[in-house]
């Protein structure tokens, strides 16, 4: 299976414990929902592990154990790991939510239909979504914020969104 069939869903925090627990740290709307979708594997796909969750909050996540790992040592080796599932085994979203694999590497047009650039990442820092959007020639990359004003198109099919820059962004 190829990497772009799978979505981040999570990523290893570090150990927790001495028994080789981890603490993941879920990137699902459902913190919980991370163990759903096993079996989870690693970004280059060279290694998989089913996931057992041992308690519902601890310090930067939920307490899990991962198969193949037993020993505290083992878990503080995968800090920072992060962890794919495979897009089928998630659920399917409704029309206006995107998985953030699908919006990178979108064309960006403003209203008028001029490239803007591509979107490099989505980053959420507590007050909703915000899309980076980098273009050649340009000195910094622009943050826009992902909501139906700022961007009211999305089309995955044709690979872009629009942009409606809020005054001030251009």
């Not at 690693?42 to 996931?51: A, Q």
């Not at 307490?63 to 503080?76: C, I, M």
């Not at 050649?136 to 009211?152: C, E, H, N, Q, Y």
């Amino acid at each position: 299976m190829s990497p772009p069939d799978r979505i981040c869903v999570g990523a290893i925090a570090g150990s927790f414990g001495v028994q080789g627990e981890v603490r993941l740290k879920s990137f699902c709307t459902d913190p919980l929902a991370i163990a759903d979708y096993g079996p989870l594997w690693t970004e280059d796909g060279t290694r998989s592990f089913t996931v057992k969750l041992t308690r519902s909050s601890v310090s930067g996540g939920v307490g899990a154990r991962l198969s193949g790992v037993g020993t505290k040592e083992q878990a503080d080796a995968l800090k920072g790991v992060q962890l794919f599932a495979d897009r089928d085994r998630l659920p399917s979203l409704p029309d206006d939510e995107f998985y953030h694999a699908d919006l990178i590497g979108l064309a960006a047009q403003d209203t008028g239909g001029v490239e803007l650039g591509r979107v490099q990442a989505v980053h959420n820092h507590g007050a909703g979504d915000m899309l980076e959007i980098a273009a050649p020639g340009r000195k910094s990359a622009l943050l826009v914020p992902f909501t139906r004003a700022a961007v009211p198109t999305v089309d995955i099919q044709a690979g872009r969104i629009v942009v409606d820059l809020p005054e001030g962004l251009d």
